[in-house]
C-alpha cells in the first residue's frame, strides 16, 4: 500500500529565508504523481506544486521548488524568499487511481 | 469561474441525528471526490465521482455513511445516525476528468465543512 510520511510535524523560519519541508512516499508503481498543498487557516487546500514522476527535472513554481529522488522516494519542498502569508499547514500527496493519500502535514510557521 | 463551494460552512448536530453536506463543484468538472479531515485520522478520502456514478467507495468508513451525485455536478454526503467520532472538517474537491492511462488531473479543493456532533 502506499504511504506518505512527513517527519517534521512543526517548522519555522524567518522572513525573507529558505525552508525545506520533508516528505518520504512508499510505491511499487513506476508511473505516479505527488503534490504539494497549503492548507491555511481558512481550511482551503491549495495545490502548490505538482512533480509528475517520469520526469527528471524538478518542478518549480515561482518562489517553491522540489527536490525530488525518485530512488530514495522522496520529495521535499522548498520554500525561497519566505513570506508571512506562507503560513499554513503543507500537505504532501500522492495520486493513487485518482484518490489523494495525503501525509499527516507539517505546520509553517514564518517570524517576521 | 467560481470555485468549489459547500455548505453548511459549519455544522452542530445531536448524537443521533443524520446530517446532509452538500458539495457544488466547479462548472464542467465531472469528476468528484469526498475527503475527511480529522485530528486521529488525517486526511482520508471517502468516495469519488466520476459523471454521477461512483467507481471507488473504499474510503466510506461505515454504512452510515452514503453519497449521491445528481446531473453530473451537485454532490451530497448524508451520515445518518452521527456519532462522536464523525466530527470532522469534510472536503470536496473536483477535476475536469478522473484520470488514467498517466493522465492526472489536478483536485481543486472547497472551503469544507466543519461537522460537530455532541
Known amino acids: 500500500a502506499q504511504t506518505v510520511t512527513q517527519s517534521q510535524p512543526e517548522m519555522s523560519v524567518q522572513e525573507a529565508e529558505t525552508v525545506t519541508l520533508s516528505c518520504t512516499y512508499d510505491?511499487?508503481?513506476?508511473?505516479?504523481?505527488l503534490f504539494w498543498y497549503k492548507q491555511p487557516p481558512s481550511r482551503q487546500m491549495i495545490l502548490v506544486i505538482r512533480?509528475?514522476?517520469?520526469?527528471?527535472q524538478n518542478a518549480t513554481e515561482n518562489r517553491f521548488s522540489v527536490n525530488f529522488q525518485k530512488a530514495a522516494k522522496s520529495f521535499s519542498l522548498k520554500i525561497s524568499d519566505s513570506q508571512l502569508g506562507d503560513a499554513a499547514m503543507y500537505f504532501c500527496?500522492?495520486?493513487?487511481?485518482?484518490?489523494?493519500?495525503f501525509g499527516t502535514g507539517t505546520r509553517l510557521q514564518v517570524f517576521p | 469561474g467560481a470555485g468549489v463551494s459547500q455548505s453548511p460552512s459549519n455544522k452542530v448536530t445531536e448524537k443521533g441525528k443524520d446530517v446532509e453536506l452538500r458539495c457544488d463543484p466547479i462548472s464542467g468538472h465531472t469528476a468528484l471526490y469526498w475527503y475527511r479531515q480529522s485530528l486521529g485520522q488525517g486526511l482520508e478520502f471517502l468516495i469519488y465521482?466520476?459523471?454521477?456514478?461512483?467507481?471507488?467507495k473504499s474510503g466510506l468508513p461505515s454504512d452510515r455513511f452514503s453519497a449521491e451525485r445528481t446531473g453530473g455536478s451537485v454532490s451530497t454526503l448524508t451520515i445518518q445516525r452521527t456519532q462522536q467520532e464523525d466530527s470532522a472538517v469534510y472536503l470536496c474537491?473536483?477535476?475536469?476528468?478522473?484520470?488514467?492511462?498517466?493522465?492526472?488531473?489536478?483536485?481543486?479543493f472547497g472551503p469544507g465543512t466543519r461537522l460537530t456532533v455532541t
Open positions: 465521482f466520476q459523471g454521477n456514478s461512483a467507481p471507488d
Open positions: 500527496a500522492y495520486l493513487r487511481a485518482d484518490k489523494l493519500i
Open positions: 510505491t511499487s508503481e513506476s508511473d505516479y504523481y
Open positions: 474537491a473536483s477535476s475536469l476528468a478522473s484520470g488514467g492511462g498517466g493522465v492526472s488531473y489536478e483536485q481543486y
Open positions: 512533480q509528475e514522476a517520469y520526469k527528471q
